[in-house]
């Protein structure tokens, strides 16, 4: 016993896996007590036992094995985890212990496998048992059998599925045990139990013995249906019903609802094995089938037969086996084999059922023609086939042939077909049978009921009987309306004694036809409540073998059982009821009439209505008209009284006040009586004639309009509109068709016979009188309302100038919603609810497509046609569908049958040659919209192939598929696309792009239907294999489509289809299940689509009642709980706005406006450090991949959620790029306003950006880059720096987009590369950019070594990473590259390196191949640049920024800064190589206007100029002569390619070294210098243009600040610059090449240079100056007087709102301006007044005349009046058709302006001459006329006579002579002082050479008046006061010498040595004296020496009349004489100076 004491110290868990038996009993004994014991299921002590279970059943000791089986049962019985254990166990259950010979082994097996059921493991246990049924030992299949048996009997027929078993069981009859065959006998009668007579099909075959004793078993199976006795643990409810149930006593009146659910219909054809009959079918078949011999092709249908005996057949492609036996049946002259063929395709259907749909079209009309054989086993077959096939299809889709056939002549023909609508119409239920299907058939039929034929008639009457009792009378009266009573009741009889397939009142009767028993009341209720996964159970009764397939519907309205739906869905259409009962009354005679009239009428009344005189018929009509307001409408005899009206004179009568009452009373008569269609046409006629009148017309109107609400709208408009065309009067029918417009838009659409109007209205467009056509389009117009887009089909052939007014008419109309009708409704009303409105407004929509003309086409589609589509030629092939598309093309519109046409095109779907596909979708969708909804018949042959096409790989053949199927459902509508397995068979393709097309399609779809077919629900399976697919975007679509799926299906039934997945698998499913719940949009509301059908689903007004009601709903109302989600807008495609199917982006939801307001990036502290620690300790992904997968994006998207705003996230994540557009605008939008927010996001947002690099959408990247810039401004500002791990994350995929193909792309990339260098240390961007030269696009090779040569030549050697040798070894690699840019690029690096550092850049190659090496060299002497000393910055990145910084302190805070550097870029990226970006990265961000006003300050902190040593200016300026070998070679042979050398050089003009520029500027000079070169140029004007305003800002920010460079360099540089650009300002087909843009820069630059102070200091700072006057002058005259004059207004604009702006600045703009004014008579007529009249437009709206005024100077008011002023004078009234490009004109006052002066010149057109020189002086003084102008001057010597106010005075005074030249001052002089007669007259002169004298010549040299020595600011100040100058502002000497200029010529002197300009009157009438003020002598001997130094200027060709003015290559003539005046003059600048002091 040793032994034994050891295991007994065991635990419990070790004992049972002991190896003694013993040890083992105990260990299960123990277990047993210990899992009783265990009150929690989900106790951790359950899992210890988790793999020991399968051991307690196997156990090898019997004793034991008892044991372990209880302990085994308990832990199934009460552990949580048990279900883990349920495969192995079972397996276990049935290998060891069945086999056992102990009976009680077995029962506890059989209780394990039991309860493992229980606990849901069904299908696990289920599999097992059915594997034991193949084991070879009889005992296990018995004791398995058995267990099923009574699995089945326990849990019933819903949790045990029968398909498997009932598939094994003839196998089980033929076993050689008895013991087997016996438990296999009561396991078939126990499945008979649960599911009757569907058993039968499948044990056809087994051995007949045995089938009849299963019969006899059968037989005495109770019929009380069977129920369920054990529950699962998910059925607790049902079992406590249950139990109830048996205590209150069995079930006596027991819950019929719950034997109900217990007992799902089965259908037969589900547990039948479906066989594959197509590969069996005899080789030679279709050549016997078409043999001469019958008894051959009787061969080979009888082959065809036996095979289609098969009850369930494999789907398969039976186009081809169809379309023989259709041929058969059609053509074959042995009826024999028709009958045959017929029951081939009656197999055939029953076999296939649903997937016989798609050949249903063609064959239904072949078989109902061949009814004309009279044989009955023919008919009887054809009936079969017939029958079989409808339950294929739907009624819709045939009821075109059947309809078409219904006319047949043949009265057999039209008596079956009437039979087999009757027949049709008992498998309906009045939701498939709606009205626009009951309106044809009905009219058909009564045609029938009239028929000659006896057997015609009978079977019309069956078929109306059975119609009224499916449809209900409701539904069916209206189309009865005109039938006579006999045959009414004979209908009705008919009605009695049919029997419908969906019970109506059957209970359990059997359907007449089929004599089967049918169950009637089961389908019914188990389609509302029961089964929800057998799948068509609800539907299919279960007759033997034709258990009718549930017509389209699915189980009757859900809900609701059959019989209510009679009410529900019937009931509801009766809208036109009550029309029955008023349609006609006999017509009675006019002896009748007089009688019923004179009951009502006075006597008196009667006898004046023919009376000869007018007063007494008018006395008559009053008294008419009391009686019949005095009337009840019972007792008005209507058709009496109108014929009264009628009689002689009736409607001739000519009085038109009597006529007015007559047609007044009328419409009394029509609106209080029972007014009838018979009284309507007494009065109608009368009516149409009097409609045109114009004293009657309107009460005519209003009598119709009463009459249309009497008799209907649709009715009386017919009869009034084919009145008005029958007789001639225009007046008549256009006032007929306004009515007609009205009333429509009164009444409603519904009804109107929209084809008798069309012919009308085609005939009133072609009438001669406009008023009829232009009525004609009106009433278009109104329909279009109603009908949309096909309105238009009707027209197409009409001339094209009438269809566009329809057009422009249908345009108006667009997006207008039709008006809800306010007549006709309250005789209508008392219709049932939604149902109702729907089916009305549906039939609307399918009329107005139903009335088109169809042609048809079937006979053009010849065989021959047919043999060509299927071609092995493609050639052929194509001609054959060109062919179709003509055809399809000329029918315009097409009747459905197209013959072979859909085989063939099916065939073309996959054609190997991707043309021809989508050749084929495009006919296809030219079909769809040819056919109308008639195309439904075709969606199972051909929409569905084209669902296929949506898996090609090719994008643009999957977009034309997409385009299609879209087409054809618009026409079909999306029940027929869900109807059957078809598009769960394509989600079952594993193909990632047909599985993501096809799921976005749904997703689209789905939201917008209001019910789907029970057939979605196969799509689920595939739908969960899709939510796991491989590919990301399969997943994607997948997750988006969920809440659709699950809005129809609801979430139990989602749920329930995710047991049969991997546990796995279904965790997640659930997961993202239940998270689609929270997102599952409410289905769309019925009268949204109601509103949408009335327009043919064209108007947008698609889903706008729905929306409308989210929105204004608010949180409160709908969908409260999902509300938090609404944000979700975009986030999975439309889920936020329930209603609203695809309306996602209809109008921003309220509340999520609301949601907006807050930050969009929430500071989380310390955020970004937790993510960056994350990634480095790899708890997240590193960010690094090629292409983003899906997890990346997902992580990023957590990682944002906590620190981005939840909306602008949905935009972020959008699967639209429109919506990441969005996010981006809102992202720059807050990027000022919340800076920390963006930090602190910093790495998510850059992340987010690589995300966009992948992007396709160029758009998107575009808004990016945009984004990036401004970001990375932001930062530089902000002093941050990038942290390794943002840089690692975005340097990388930025890198990727620098070779992007896009030009734009490529320079914003470079752009902001460059711009990170001041984030990030350039050596570590170095690495970088290193590893994009690697890459294996060769743009991104180039580019990237360029931007390493400008990192080398901005920051020197050190950049180079790890170290110089390596990363040149590295570059130099590439100069042996394929691709000739890369090998460029790097040639041009390394010469950059080499001009930084000289020859040792050769050590540090290393060795290149010879070949490599010669280019090098070759390209390093062509640079022919010496290295300059050091490069500009050799130190490290870091400090050189922060000294930047403090040196522009001021500066740089001013506001985020003018972002010049996408300027920068354009010239950086244009192949540009040295750089000036980086050499003063930070200054190109300021705001050029701030600096110039901050030149206080920056003047602060630049050295005083005078220190300057002024020796060295002495010596004659040496502008370096380019050496001038042929021009340049740079020119020739740089490269091949001119453009690019030229990029090269202009890219060279902005370099941050002086020399460089300096070179550049050479050549570019050079070039333009010789005429032949010049225009090589062309083309990079704007560029080069860039290039030096960028140098320009250069030397202002960075070089005139810089001590250590001598200003001689700036000078040189200067005047190199100046050169170049006069030389191309010369050239006048070049100048007009600059841009405004580029000339607003240009001229900003070079007045800020002649503002600039420290320029004058410089030595030779006013030769600069003056030249810079010269250029302006040159530009102003020869550039693009468009682009100029629109550059300076924008300047001005700009200039005025910069707050900080220097007013000199705005005054030289305005001077400008001005000097352009002067220029507009010669060049008014090249200039583009539209653009001008726009800026001007802008300028005045920015700067209203109030903000203008109030202004410190008036100057720019006065500017603007004077531009208007001239532009009006030159061009007159004709400058207001200039006012086009303006959208808004009221936002200016600009169009008033020009009126008034307009107005103001054709008023004083006398003093025109005068008004000339007017300059814009105020409006009194215009008008100012003779009689004032003494006022007006004593108020003027008033004003000289005051103190304060005595200059303005003066100037009035000046401006009044001038503008007055002929005015007398002279008395006001008379009696003043003499003292104040020279003081008056000195101010005058003064003014004058200060505004004129001055003015002028400064305009010529440069710059026009007001200058105010602003030209040429010197240091000299002016000493007189009397100048005006008070404000201190510098003259410069310029100035002086204009004046001396003048005064000289008033002295009579000579100035022609100067210059030949004529001279300067003055404009003042009288001389002036030469009185000067004290300064004068001063000013003199000043002026005279500027003359002399300026004479010897004249050397340098800077004189206007020179024409080549660039300085370059001379040197100053006579240095010594320069260098004495020089002299000379900074003496008296120091005299000046101290005197000021």
Not at 1385 to 1394: E, H, P
Not at 1753 to 1769: A, G, N, Q, V, Y
Request: glycine share 6%; with cysteine; net charge neutral.
């Amino acid at each position: 016993m040793g032994d034994d004491s050891e295991w007994m110290k065991l635990p419990i868990d070790q004992k049972c896996e002991h190896k003694l038996w013993k040890a083992r009993l105990n260990g299960y004994e123990e277990a047993l007590k210990l899992f009783q014991k265990i009150d929690d299921e989900k106790s951790p002590e359950w899992s210890k036992y988790l793999g020991l279970i399968k051991k307690f059943v196997t156990d090898s000791n019997a004793v034991a094995q008892l044991k372990g089986l209880e302990a085994a049962l308990a832990y199934v019985e009460n552990a949580h985890v048990a279900g883990k254990t349920t495969g192995e166990v079972a397996s276990g259950v049935v290998n060891k212990v069945f086999n056992q010979p102990k009976a009680r082994a077995k029962e506890l097996g059989l209780d394990i496998c039991l309860m493992y059921i229980e606990i849901e493991k069904g299908e696990a246990v289920q599999e097992e048992l059915l594997k034991g049924l193949d084991n070879k030992n009889p005992k296990i299949i018995v004791a398995c059998i058995e267990t099923l048996r009574k699995a089945l009997s326990e849990f019933g027929s819903k949790i045990i599925s029968l398909k498997p078993i009932i598939k094994v069981l003839p196998k089980l009859f033929e076993s050689r045990e008895k013991a087997v065959r016996d438990e296999a006998k009561l396991l078939a009668v126990e499945i008979y139990r649960w599911i009757r007579d569907a058993l039968r099909p499948p044990l056809q075959n087994i051995n007949s013995v045995q089938l009849k004793e299963l019969e006899e078993e059968w037989v005495k199976v109770s019929s009380v249906a069977p129920k369920q006795t054990r529950f699962l643990r998910s059925q607790q409810e049902l079992k406590a019903k249950f139990e109830q149930q048996q205590a209150v006593g069995g079930d006596a009146d027991g819950g019929g609802d719950d034997e109900e659910e217990a007992v799902p219909q089965v259908d037969a054809y589900e547990l039948l094995e479906a066989v594959e009959i197509l590969s069996k079918l005899p080789k030679d078949f279709y050549e016997k089938i078409e043999a001469k011999k019958w008894q051959e092709r009787k061969e080979a249908l009888e082959a065809v037969e036996l095979l289609v005996k098969n009850p369930k057949l494999e789907s398969g492609d039976y186009a081809d086996l169809v379309k023989v036996l259709k041929k058969v049946v059609g053509k074959d002259t042995n009826v024999m084999l028709v009958a045959l063929a017929a029951k081939c395709l009656a197999g055939l259907a029953t076999g296939l059922r649903k997937k016989f749909g798609q050949y249903a079209g063609h064959v239904v009309p072949t078989i109902l023609e061949k009814f004309k054989e009279k044989k009955p086993q023919v008919v009887q077959a054809l009936q079969e086939a017939i029958d079989a096939i409808f339950l294929t299809t739907t009624l819709q889709n045939i009821s075109e042939d059947v309809l078409a056939v219904m006319d047949n002549k043949n009265p057999t023909i039209k008596q079956q077909t009437s039979l087999f609508i009757a027949r049709s119409f008992r498998h309906c239920t009045p939701s498939t049978l709606p009205k626009s299907l009951l309106k044809p058939f009905c009219a058909a039929l009564l045609k029938h009921i009239n028929d000659s034929a006896p057997e015609v008639r009978d079977a019309g009457f069956e078929a109306l009987g059975t119609a009224l009792k499916v449809a209900g009378e409701k539904a069916v009266n209206p189309f009865l309306a005109d039938v006579d009573k006999l045959k009414l009741d004979r209908i009705k009889e008919c009605a009695e004694k049919v029997e419908l397939v969906y019970g109506k009142k059957t209970g359990g009767t059997a359907e007449k036809k089929e004599g089967k028993p049918i169950t009637g009341k089961t389908p019914a209720l188990s389609g509302a409540g029961g089964d929800k996964e057998t799948k068509d159970a609800a539907t299919k009764p279960g007759p033997l073998k034709k258990a009718p397939a549930v017509k389209s519907g699915g189980p009757p309205k859900k809900g609701k059982p059959a019989a209510a739906a009679g009410m529900g869905g019937a009931g509801a259409k009766s809208k036109k009821g009550p029309e029955t009962k008023e349609i006609f009354e006999s017509e009675l005679s006019i002896e009748v009439c007089e009688e019923k009239a004179a009951a009502v009428l006075p006597a008196s009344c009667i006898q004046q209505l023919d009376s000869g005189n007018w007063k007494e018929r008018l006395a008559c009509m009053e008294e008419f008209q009391k009686a019949v307001e005095l009337m009840e409408r019972s007792e008005m005899p209507c058709q009496a009284l109108v014929r009264m009206l009628a009689k002689k004179p009736g409607w001739k009568e000519t009085n038109f006040q009597v006529m007015q009452m007559k047609l007044h009373i009328v419409a009394l008569i029509a609106q209080k009586g029972n007014f009838s269609k018979t009284s309507a046409q007494v009065v109608l006629d009368g009516l149409v004639d009097k409609v045109g009148d114009v004293k009657c017309g309107s009460n005519a109107k209003e009598a119709m309009t009463a009459i249309a609400e009497a008799c209907q709208l649709p009715w009386t408009a017919e009869q009034v509109v084919a009145m008005a065309f029958s007789q001639k009067n225009p007046k008549n029918q256009s006032e007929t068709l306004n009515w007609l417009s009205n009333a429509i838009k009164e009444f409603g659409f519904s009804g109107l016979n929209v084809k008798a109007f069309i012919s009308n209205v085609k005939t009133a467009l072609a009438a001669t009188n406009p008023a009829v056509r232009t009525s004609a389009i009106t009433l278009l117009g109104v329909m279009y309302l109603y009908m949309g887009p096909p309105l238009r089909m009707f027209f197409e052939d009409e001339k094209p100038a009438l269809l566009s007014q329809i057009d422009a008419e249908f345009e108006k109309m667009q997006g207008q919603t039709a008006p809800t009708p306010t007549r006709g409704i309250s005789r209508h009303s008392g219709g049932g609810g939604d149902d109702g409105e729907e089916e009305e407004q549906e039939d609307v929509g399918n009329d107005v497509v139903d009335l088109l003309p169809r042609t048809d086409i079937g006979d053009k589609i010849t065989a021959e046609l047919v043999s060509k589509i299927g071609d092995k030629n493609w050639k052929i092939r194509k001609e054959g569908l060109d062919e179709v598309t003509s055809i399809i093309n000329d029918a315009k519109f097409i009747q459905p049958n197209i013959g072979e046409l859909p085989a063939a095109l099916k065939s073309r779907l996959n054609d190997s040659n991707k043309i021809l596909v989508q050749q084929t979708l495009s006919i296809l969708q030219q079909l769809a919209t040819a056919m109308g909804p008639n195309i439904k018949q075709h969606v199972k042959n051909l929409g569905i192939p084209v669902i296929t096409v949506l898996g090609d790989s090719k994008n643009n053949v999957r977009a034309a598929a997409l385009a299609t199927v879209n087409a054809w459902a618009e026409q079909t509508g999306m029940k027929e696309w869900l109807e059957g397995e078809d598009l769960a068979e394509e989600l079952k393709k594993e193909n990632p792009f047909l599985r993501q097309e096809l799921l976005g399609w749904l997703a689209e779809k789905l939201p917008t239907l209001r019910s789907v077919p029970s057939d979605l629900l196969l799509c689920v399976p595939h739908l969960y294999s899709c939510l796991e697919d491989r590919n990301g975007d399969v997943r994607k679509k997948a997750q988006d489509a969920l809440p659709f799926f699950m809005m129809h299906l609801g979430f139990e039934k989602m749920a329930k289809a995710t047991s049969k997945l991997k546990p796995t698998s279904k965790d997640q499913v659930l997961a993202m299940l239940e998270k689609a719940k929270a997102n599952m949009p409410a289905k769309p509301a019925p009268p949204a689509k109601a509103s949408s059908r009335v327009v043919g689903g064209a108007a947008p007004a698609k889903f706008q009642p729905a929306s409308a009601l989210a929105e204004d709903s608010g949180s409160n109302t709908m969908e409260s709980k999902p509300d938090p989600k609404k944000a979700k807008a975009g986030g999975t495609s439309s889920k936020a706005k329930g209603v609203q199917g695809k309306k996602v982006l209809s109008k921003p939801n309220l509340k999520e406006d609301d949601d907006k307001s807050g930050p969009i990036f929430i500071i989380v502290p310390n955020g970004k450090e937790q993510r960056m620690k994350d990634e480095k300790g790899l708890k997240v992904l590193k960010w690094n991949f090629t292409t983003p997968r899906d997890e990346y994006i997902e992580q990023l998207k957590t990682q944002m959620s906590s620190c981005v705003a939840k909306w602008l996230q949905d935009e972020m994540f959008h699967a639209d790029f429109q919506h990441h557009n969005k996010a981006l605008a809102v992202m720059i939008e807050h990027l000022e306003s919340e800076k920390d927010g963006v930090i602190s996001c910093l790495d998510l947002i850059l992340k987010w950006l690589t995300l966009r690099f992948f992007d396709t959408n160029t758009s998107v990247l575009m808004k990016a880059l945009e984004y990036l810039k401004l970001l990375f401004n932001l930062l530089s500002q902000e002093e941050y720096h990038l942290t390794e791990n943002e840089a690692s994350s975005f340097i990388p995929y930025l890198i990727l987009k620098v070779g992007e193909p896009k030009d734009v792309i490529r320079k914003d990339v470079r752009a902001i590369l460059n711009r990170m260098c001041l984030i990030y240390p350039a050596s570590k961007m170095f690495t970088f950019i290193m590893e994009g030269t690697k890459s294996k696009n060769s743009k991104q090779r180039a580019e990237c070594l360029e931007e390493l040569g400008c990192l080398v030549e901005s920051y020197g050697m050190n950049v180079c990473q790890p170290t110089p040798g390596k990363a040149l070894k590295e570059m130099a690699t590439h100069i042996g590259d394929r691709d000739n840019t890369v090998r460029n690029a790097a040639l041009n690096t390394i010469v950059t390196v080499y001009n930084v550092h000289g020859d040792q850049v050769f050590k540090l190659i290393g060795n290149l191949s010879e070949k490599d090496m010669s280019m090098l060299e070759e390209r390093i002497k062509r640079s022919a640049k010496r290295p300059s000393a050091a490069p500009v910055r050799q130190a490290e990145e870091k400090p050189q920024r922060t000294q930047n910084i403090s040196a522009n302190a001021s500066m740089l805070r001013k506001g985020p800064a003018e972002d010049m550097s996408s300027k920068l870029n354009q010239n950086r990226n244009m192949g540009s190589h040295s750089e000036t970006t980086h050499t003063v990265p930070r200054e190109f961000q300021l705001d050029l206007d701030e600096i110039e006003n901050d030149n206080g300050t920056v003047r602060c902190e630049m050295p005083a100029l005078v220190q300057h040593k002024l020796d060295d200016i002495f010596e004659p300026v040496l502008i370096p002569e380019p050496k001038i070998r042929a021009v340049s070679p740079h020119f020739d042979d740089m490269h091949s390619n001119t453009a690019s050398t030229i990029n090269f050089v202009i890219s060279q003009v902005a370099s941050g070294d002086i020399n460089t520029s300096i070179q550049a500027l050479a050549q570019i000079d050079e070039v333009l210098r010789q005429e032949d070169k010049a225009e090589a140029m062309s083309g990079h004007i704007d560029q080069f243009l860039i290039a030096t305003f960028m140098q320009l800002r250069l030397i202002y920010n960075t070089h005139m600040a810089d001590e250590k460079l001598d200003k001689d360099e700036i000078v040189k540089l200067y005047s190199c610059i100046i050169g170049s650009m006069i030389s191309l300002f010369q050239i006048e087909s070049l100048a007009r090449e600059a841009s405004t843009g580029v000339l607003k820069d240009l001229m900003h630059g070079l007045i800020t240079l002649m503002l600039d102070s420290r320029v004058e200091d410089i030595e030779e700072g006013e030769q600069v100056i003056r030249s810079v006057n010269l250029l302006v002058v040159k530009v102003l005259e020869k550039s693009d007087q468009t682009n100029i004059l629109s550059a300076l207004l924008v300047l001005l604009q700009d200039s005025l709102l910069a707050t900080a702006s220097s007013p000199k600045f705005s005054e030289l703009v305005m001077k400008c301006l001005w000097r352009m004014v002067r220029l507009l008579p010669e060049t008014i007529n090249s200039i583009n007044l539209d653009r001008i009249l726009l800026d001007i437009h802008i300028f005045m709206k920015v700067f209203p005349k109030e903000k203008l005024k109030q202004c410190k100077s008036e100057f720019p008011i006065r500017t603007l009046k004077t531009l208007l002023h001239t532009l009006c004078k030159l061009k007159g009234p004709k400058i207001l058709d200039h006012l086009t490009m303006i959208d808004n004109k009221n936002e200016s006052e600009l169009e008033a302006h020009l009126c008034r002066v307009m107005k103001h010149s054709m008023d004083q057109t006398g003093s025109k001459a005068d008004k000339d020189t007017e300059k814009g002086a105020s409006r009194t003084e215009e008008k100012a006329s003779k009689a004032k102008v003494n006022d007006i001057l004593a108020e003027i010597f008033k004003k000289i006579g005051s103190k304060e106010n005595t200059k303005e005075g003066l100037a009035e005074l000046y401006e009044y002579k001038k503008k007055y030249s002929d005015a007398d001052i002279e008395p006001f002089l008379k009696n003043s002082s003499q003292f104040f007669q020279s003081y008056v007259e000195r101010g005058l002169r003064l003014i004058e050479t200060e505004r004129e004298g001055k003015g002028r010549i400064a305009a010529s040299t440069g710059i026009s008046p007001q200058m105010e020595g602003t030209c040429v600011p010197a240091s000299t100040h002016t000493v007189s006061s009397s100048i005006g100058n008070t404000n201190g502002e510098e003259v410069g000497p310029s100035v002086y010498l204009e004046r001396l200029k003048i005064l000289r010529q008033r002295c009579g002197l000579d100035n022609a040595k100067q210059e030949d300009r004529p001279p300067l009157t003055s404009l003042l009438s009288k001389p002036a004296l030469p009185t000067v003020a004290s300064s004068t002598d001063m000013l003199h001997s000043k002026l005279s020496q500027l003359r002399e130094s300026r004479e010897q200027y004249q050397h340098l060709d800077l004189d206007s009349n020179q024409t080549h003015s660039s300085g370059i290559g001379t040197t100053l003539a006579s240095p010594s004489s320069a260098a004495a005046n020089i002299d000379d003059l900074k003496k008296r600048l120091e005299r000046i100076k101290s005197s000021r002091k």
